[in-house]
């Protein structure tokens, strides 16, 4: 085997996109959710075979992981890297919140992970081998004024990313974090109210470095953690927030 078999939890937006091209170019196939336009096409033409899932990405059902690791299977017979974008933002002060809205947070920012670790970690076990990177929040490395009970899920998830890789560690599985925060995507603006350039501003005077950062650059942070080139760190969660967390 030649190429390596990567697979990407969301390939319709974020880190996604990015992240896809990255790996085909350096010699992946890959296993995709929900791909953007023409993402596909563009793929293969950069040398990568890939298999695409729709009405995947959402984690938080646990049938999806498991789709898109038997579909990398059932084309490669392994998975040798996998990317997890996971996380349901619930804004709001924790004496305005309901149990409804913790229900929410724990469903999209906790057992979306626990659902995608449960599906790809015993394959890679039991082949013997793999890398598995998931994308949670720098939120979850420190009080959030406005977001508690996200950024409450947010740090249970970092914590079961650790757990679990301390676990399989000796089966030569690496798992790791990356905890982003201040990206500039369309989802994030949102949420931040950061649309327009007064609100933009307010929210790029938070962030230490003055700016927000690019899905790029976060992808080209997160390539080392699955392209197979650097395999001497598991168990860890890293902050990506231009020096907010």
Known sequence: MTRRVALVSDA????????????????????????????VDELRSLGADVVSTTGARNLAAPESAERLVQAGLDRFGRIDAAV????RIVVGRFLSSSLD?????????????????????PPMVEQGDGQILVFTSATGARPTPGAPLYSSARAGAN?????????VAHHNVQINA???????????????????PEGRARVEA?????????????????LPFVDGRSRFTTGQFVAYAGGWA
Do not use: K
């Open 12 to 39: 319709s937006g974020y880190v996604g996109p990015a992240l896809c091209r990255l790996l085909a170019e350096r010699d992946h196939d890959l296993v995709v959710a929900d791909p953007a336009a023409g993402l």
């Open 84 to 87: 997890a974008f996971t996380g």
């Open 101 to 121: 809205d913790l229900r929410s947070a724990v469903s999209g920012c906790l057992e979306a992970p626990y659902n995608f670790l449960h599906a790809v970690v």
């Open 159 to 167: 914590m079961l990313i650790r757990n679990v890789a301390g676990e």
């Open 178 to 196: 990356v905890g982003t925060n201040f990206i500039d995507f369309d989802g994030f603006l949102r949420a931040s109210r950061a649309e327009t």
């Open 206 to 222: 938070q962030v230490p470095m003055g700016r927000l950062g690019s899905l790029d650059e976060v992808a080209h942070f997160a």
